[in-house]
């Protein structure tokens, strides 16, 4: 009997004992009722409690939350399915609000992170989602921090984790991507061939050109070069020139160019002699010769002429 009341005791202390007095921890906050009645928000530390009066009706985590939204069939703008999940980010703010403003808010955060998900994948294209899956997220985020904010928490951001279209899709895409590669290598190949021939055109061009400036420039020279030389010969000729005149003015000087001239002529009528097979001869010594041959001729007739016997 002493036993069993020393127990019951005990039994009935520590039911008072953990309802006279309660610890709340750092990370969490604990709503009190009084008589069934909202009386305070706990805060980390040691707390009394006045046992079968108060009582701590809930408790909230006050650090962020990871909540796991399921996959689910959505139907993109062009009417494709496609099994989409992601993760949700919350942070309670109000413990108060959190308790009383609804009944779970962690499952109402993922239905509505559904629902606002679903209606975002049906404003885009199936390309689309692949491409602007961060404007999804921003547009998600906005929709259900709107719609949370009496439920006294705060949506972080959220995250698309995958988009999984089906198995038919699925094939048409990697046909679709498939010849979108190959387009884009015939459209790099053709590009570099076209590029290769302007390159080489080009290059014509310019070695057209070159070309064109230096015989231009070799012309240019050449004529300088012979302008020069003509310049230079007409100067030395008409330096020898006023040289002669000058010469041919002093004593003895026209006599002197005369005899010159006839030395040249003789020397000239020598090589042309010595270089041909005709013969050639002054007029003067033809006509000398016509005149040995014409007296021949006469006196051959005169002899023929004379009487035979005659003295």
């Known amino acids: 009997m002493f036993w069993t009341s020393l127990l019951v005791a005990m039994i009935v202390l520590y039911f008072i004992f953990t309802r006279l007095f309660i610890i709340v921890e750092f990370r969490e906050e604990v709503i009190q009722e009084r008589l069934g009645k909202f009386k305070k928000n706990l805060k980390p530390g040691f707390h009394f409690l006045v046992p079968f009066i108060d009582r701590p009706a809930y408790s909230r985590e006050m650090r962020e939350q990871v909540l796991d939204v399921p996959s689910q069939t959505c139907i993109t703008k062009d009417n494709i ?24 808010y962690q499952a109402a955060a993922v239905n509505l992170a559904q629902t606002t998900m679903r209606s975002e994948v049906g ?39 995958n988009i999984r279209p089906s198995n038919e899709i699925v094939d048409t895409m990697e046909k679709q991507m498939e010849a979108e590669r190959e387009k884009r290598a015939e459209i790099t190949h053709s590009e570099g061939f076209r590029q290769a021939r302007i390159n080489e055109s080009e290059g014509e061009q310019q070695y057209q050109v070159l070309t064109s400036e230096a015989n231009r420039q070799k012309r240019i020279n050449e004529a300088l070069g012979k302008a020069k030389e003509i310049e230079l010969v007409a100067h030395a000729t008409a330096k ?65 002429k004379q009487p035979k016997g005659g003295a």
């Open 81 to 104: 399915e496609v099994a989409v999940d992601g993760l949700v980010y919350i942070k309670v703010m109000d413990a108060y609000k959190a308790s009383y403003g609804i009944s779970n």
């Open 123 to 161: 404003k885009i294209t199936l390309d689309d989602t692949f491409s602007e899956r961060e404007k999804m997220n921003e547009n998600i985020v906005r929709e259900i921090d709107k719609a949370a904010d009496p439920w006294g928490i705060k949506v972080l951001r959220y995250e698309i984790k």
């Open 240 to 304: 020898g020139i006023q040289r002669i005149a000058t010469a041919m003015q002093k004593p003895g000087g026209e006599l002197a160019v005369k005899t010159k001239l006839v030395e040249q002529y003789i020397e000239e009528f020598g090589n042309i002699i010595k270089n041909s097979n005709v013969s050639v001869l002054p007029t003067e010594t033809a006509n000398l010769k016509t005149f040995f041959e014409g007296v021949g001729v006469v006196s051959d007739h005169a002899k023929n």
